[in-house]
């Protein structure tokens, strides 16, 4: 999901002449229903619960003249209506103005929210008979549906008073108008809904407010990672198929794809990519080696992720084709079958049987994949991960709620789950891992929403500097501190541009470690973190960890769980070390297990065990039916562990 801002200038000069219409090129005389019927788009669509405030009911078709006087002028749909009515009622013309005002007007009047699924489901969705294609798009909607319910619910507020100190959340819900995309503009399948958000709304004391932007942004990877988990679990129960990670780019965290499906096809798809792709290759080496006018570096010669992503987003509208010509989707979907037989050349046969070697994959794998989630043990790898993925370690609620989301998609596999499971796993992890360490100054760093935390095995450090950005120099634009770096132009393919590297790996090597010390304490009968020493500010006790002999030899060394968000390279693993140190962890957890045993035997109901400290009833032996179903580097199906 992506997420932009609509201002009243945007709506007319580029929604309403080229998005809505397909992204081509709509003629000013032309209605808006007859472009996009020329187009091949479906029209418009009304959604959300504040539908009824304004006389609005689920699934009406969405009129120019709607969108013109919600988004263009901020004012309600049916504006001209209610004025006429009140002039014809005698009022005077400024009164009847009033009547179909929705506050006092601004310029952000709404959010552009794009939601595609995986290149997976989109080729199904292309390649497949009607009823898979109707399948998926069922399944898109109700994701799209829960998306917006969520943020209804949990995301929207609405501030007012003196700097906006008071928030509230909208008493009747949103607005939206969803308009469908069949193709991208390289010609390739991309099934895409563009939802308008209209920012305005009831306060609970009747009045019309704005909802606050800033609050969208922060949770629109949330957002993202429901919509992914949603449309997937959707498609998945609705054909009986199931999803596999898919590594895109190495060291980042795998996507989920429908099992089954060969990834070859997905480069079928993916023109635009190769052509930004390439275009992004240059723009790094054109912002490594650019310099000021006495010949010193402008940025630092280190591509972080920062500057990358900016990167990526210049490549893409630098390598922005023109939109094709328009076609029916029955047109679409014949010349997408005859492009990707051709692609394919002697495994064009496996177009006939694409739907039926993913049904055959998912068999497989949903006779593997457990029904009940451990809550304990999804907590610890979901805290583990943000705590090494976020900067300086610390974050907020819904950095957690949006890696829970991504954590059950892979553990689930498609496979359907009771609606709010996130939020338990969010809550078991503030409360058993992490320490709330607010200092709230404000209003706003009361509300739940921005409560600061840090894990509960890592060392509290000085909160991060909470100015606003323009008060911060960019790191990116820092000069080089070294001096022997070399003189500037140099040809391409003489700078090597280093980047910054990712810690999805060291995520994983954080949840192992954790994962085999939680399993050691319920096994034990005992609490996972020491209370006292907690307090006190200190580590908790380490895990040794194993050599990757054929014989393990315990090393010298510890792994310090803290020390993977920063220095991965001080622990001296090579790469097939870190590959397999899942297994040396579970070896971890198989040792501790044989020593708890043994007093066991023996004492079968211990009478000095905690009755607080008792492990979970079903949790140790339902979980294991999770490890094939959780990949870590060097673990698959037969892996041991």
């Avoid at 989707?329 to 692609?343: I, K």
């Avoid at 049987?353 to 994959?361: F, G, P, Q, T, V």
């Avoid at 700078?495 to 085999?516: C, E, H, Q």
């Avoid at 000095?608 to 698959?636: L, M």
Wanted: proline share 7%.
């Amino acid at each position: 999901m992506d997420i932009a801002l609509i201002t009243a200038g945007q709506m007319y000069r580029y929604f309403l002449r080229q998005v809505l219409v397909g992204d081509g090129r709509r003629p000013a005389c032309k209605p808006l229903k007859k472009a996009q019927q020329d187009a091949g788009v479906p029209v418009g669509r009304w959604m959300g619960r504040g539908l009824p405030a304004l006389g609005l009911a689920p699934g009406q078709e969405v009129t120019e003249a709607q969108l013109r006087s919600l988004f263009g002028e901020c004012r309600h749909p049916d504006a001209n209506r209610l004025v006429a009515v009140q002039l014809a009622a005698g009022k005077k013309p400024a009164a009847a103005r009033r009547a179909g005002a929705l506050g006092r007007k601004v310029t952000v009047t709404g959010a552009d929210l794009v939601f595609r699924p995986q290149p997976t489901l989109q080729l199904l969705w292309a390649l497949e008979d009607e009823e898979t294609r109707k399948a998926i798009e069922a399944a898109h909607e109700r994701a799209i549906a829960v998306v917006l319910a969520w943020i209804e619910t949990d995301v929207a507020v609405i501030r007012y008073g003196a700097q906006g100190i008071y928030r509230t959340r909208p008493a009747h819900g949103l607005v939206a108008a969803r308009f469908r995309h069949y193709e991208a503009r390289s010609g390739m399948p991309l099934l895409h809904d563009r939802l308008l958000l209209s920012l305005r709304a009831l306060r609970p004391d009747g009045v019309w407010g704005a909802v606050h932007t800033e609050a969208l942004h922060e949770s629109a990877v949330a957002a993202s990672a429901l919509y992914n988990d949603v449309v997937m679990m959707e498609a998945c129960e609705a054909l009986r198929l199931a999803s596999e990670p898919r590594t895109v780019t190495a060291g980042r965290r795998p996507v989920m794809e429908v099992a089954g499906v060969p990834h070859e096809l997905i480069r079928w798809t993916a023109r635009r990519s190769t052509q930004i792709a390439a275009c992004l290759t240059d723009l790094e080496h054109e912002y490594a080696t650019a310099t000021d006018d006495d010949g010193n570096l402008k940025f630092v010669p280190v591509v972080s992720e920062r500057a990358r992503a900016k990167l990526n987003r210049i490549a893409a509208r630098k390598t922005r084709p023109a939109k094709p010509q328009a076609r029916s989707l029955m047109q679409l979907r014949e010349d997408w079958r005859a492009s990707v037989r051709a692609f394919l050349a002697a495994g064009a046969d496996l177009i006939d049987s694409l739907l039926e070697r993913a049904r055959a994959a998912a068999a497989d794998i949903r006779a593997r994949v457990a029904v009940v989630v451990d809550i304990g043990l999804a907590a610890v790898a979901v805290t583990a991960t943000v705590f090494v993925m976020h900067k300086d370690g610390y974050f907020h609620r819904r950095h957690l709620l949006a890696e829970a989301r991504r954590h059950l998609a892979l553990v689930q596999r498609g496979r359907r789950r009771e609606m709010g499971l996130d939020e338990r796993i969010v809550n078991e992890a503030l409360a058993a891992h992490c320490t709330d360490i607010t200092e709230p100054r404000t209003e706003r760093g009361q509300q739940p929403d921005y409560r600061l935390y840090l894990v509960r095995w890592a060392r509290p450090g000085p909160a991060p500097d909470r100015r606003p950005p323009g008060a911060l120099p960019d790191p990116d634009r820092q000069p080089p501190a070294d001096p022997a770096v070399p003189r500037l132009p140099l040809e391409a393919g003489e700078w090597d541009i280093p980047r910054v590297p990712l810690r999805y790996d060291r995520s994983v090597i954080a949840g192992d470690v954790l994962t085999a010390q939680l399993r050691t304490a319920r096994r034990m009968g005992r609490a996972m973190y020491d209370v006292v020493a907690h307090q006190q500010a200190a580590m908790p006790e380490q895990l040794f960890l194993f050599g990757q002999e054929e014989r393990p030899a315990r090393k010298a060394g510890t792994v310090d769980v803290a020390a993977l968000r920063t220095d991965l390279q001080a622990l001296e693993l090579t790469a097939d070390q870190i590959r397999r140190i899942g297994t040396a962890f579970a070896a971890v957890g198989d040792e501790a297990r044989l020593r708890v045993r043994k007093p066991a035997d023996q004492d079968p109901e211990p009478a000095h065990q905690d009755p607080g400290c008792a492990p979970r009833a079903h949790q140790p032996d339902e979980q294991s039916a999770h490890g094939p179903h959780q990949p870590r580097p060097g673990q698959g199906p037969g892996a041991p562990g």
